[in-house]
């Protein structure tokens, strides 16, 4: 695999309702998951410089299913269904928490996941539950502060620092990074594809499932 991808030849390959569904196991994936209203599909749309690629809506929670993009050979982005929102019936949410565990868990090619949080409400519940079964798994994480526009240079940079500072209090900073990240300033973009290149070029067996982990969130 190369080490410098070309995001911008992303292309859709299949979506998929459950874990069973899924393409084969082979190579890496980096699944993107967050809030319904958090922008995820607005930074996959930025990251591949292709505005048509991840569908965006104004009507939070209408992705429920999981999509995967090829970005190169054997090269995964993934695209996990939105969580959280108020208007989703309690069996929807109950279903995508199931199916979000389970992949997180049992997804052998998973090298990472970016965990999108809009930066004005960073670490909602539901958000340190994903955070703590990540860790459980021993999966690493990287936090997107999204919307970082919306705040000056300086309470954006003290919500990160305040996030960093939270993960070290747990003692999982090891595990679990953090940047500001803008779609509409396309702020955060060389950091988010550094990350990215350093996932989707691990060698086999660098992480793998425990039965306990660090301390949660």
């Known amino acids: 695999m190369g080490s410098n991808i070309d995001f911008r030849q992303a292309r859709f390959?299949?979506?998929?309702?459950?874990?069973?569904?899924?393409?084969?196991?082979?190579?890496?994936?980096?699944?993107?998951a967050g809030r319904s209203n958090a922008g995820k599909s607005s930074a996959i749309n930025t990251l591949t410089d292709n505005s048509k690629l991840a569908r965006t809506s104004k009507t939070p929670g209408r992705t429920q299913l999981i999509n995967f993009f090829d970005v190169g050979e054997n090269q995964r982005l993934v695209d996990l269904p939105g969580y959280g929102y108020a208007k989703v019936g309690r069996d929807m949410k109950e279903t995508w928490q199931r199916n979000l565990s389970e992949y997180l868990f049992e997804r052998e090619s998973l090298s990472g996941l970016i965990l999108l949080m809009d930066i004005r409400h960073p670490m909602q519940e539901v958000d340190a539950m994903i955070i703590n079964w990540a860790v459980e798994a021993e999966m690493p994480v990287h936090i997107l502060l999204t919307k970082a526009d919306k705040l000056k240079r300086g309470p954006a940079n003290n919500t990160l620092l305040a996030v960093q500072n939270q993960m070290r209090a747990a003692g999982i900073a090891d595990l679990v990074s953090a940047q500001c990240f803008s779609s509409l300033k396309q702020t955060g973009i060389d950091q988010l594809k550094a990350k990215l290149n350093a996932?989707?070029?691990?060698?086999?067996?660098?992480?793998?499932?425990?039965?306990?982990?660090?301390?949660?969130?």
């Not at 390959?13 to 993107?32: D, I, W």
């Not at 086999?204 to 039965?211: F, L």
């Open 199 to 217: 996932w989707l070029t691990l060698d086999e067996g660098e992480h793998s499932q425990t039965d306990g982990g660090p301390d949660t969130v």
């Open 13 to 32: 390959t299949q979506s998929a309702p459950s874990l069973g569904e899924c393409p084969p196991e082979t190579g890496r994936e980096v699944a993107f």
